[in-house]
């Protein structure tokens, strides 16, 4: 269920403001979460400044309406080098990708470069992953389906995580 519908409890309250006051310090400790991860991409969004890559296997795990809600509520907002997003589809029939970009990803070209790919590996292994300004980072591991870990500063990690993204996105042009 989306965050804009779910009814907040006090551990919900705790955990957003824990993830409000580790984006003003830059705090790296890492949370694993399962609820509010689209009150966190809204956070993650409005503090971009640079940058932001997103690697998925599926734009389904990352929730698309809510996701789609987000960049046309903050897209004003974006970083100077907009969004970068890799998708892979070999399982997904092209019908749907171009439903995709049609109603979703070509609201504003200047903000998001999409690249779909076809992934010659076994895409299961994948994570999905979302880097911020190449300091903050929402992972979402296959063996934890349900489950985001997301960090507020860890540039190591993500540096890491961009010279796989960068990779990909460059072989695949």
């Not at 999905?128 to 500063?153: G, H, L, Q």
């Amino acid at each position: 269920m989306s965050d804009f519908k779910t009814k907040l409890t006090e551990f919900d309250i705790k955990f957003r403001n824990k993830i409000i006051n580790s984006l003003e310090i830059n705090n790296s400790q890492i949370f694993h979460c399962d609820r509010n991860i689209i009150f966190i991409l809204e956070k993650f969004f409005e503090s971009a400044k640079y940058s932001i890559n997103i690697f998925v296997k599926s734009l389904n795990d990352i929730n698309f309406r809510d996701f789609d809600y987000i960049l046309r509520n903050s897209h004003h907002n974006l970083p100077k080098e907009g969004i970068k997003l890799i998708e892979i589809v070999n399982q997904i029939p092209k019908k749907v990708v171009d439903y995709y970009y049609d109603n979703f990803l070509s609201f504003n070209d200047n903000v998001i470069a999409y690249q779909p790919i076809k992934y010659k590996n076994n895409p299961n292994n994948l994570m999905t992953f979302i880097i911020i300004d190449n300091k903050r980072y929402i992972i979402k591991y296959p063996t934890e389906p349900s489950i985001f870990n997301v960090c507020c500063y860890d540039p190591d990690k993500c540096a890491e995580r961009n010279e796989f993204f960068n990779a990909v996105w460059n072989i695949e042009k």
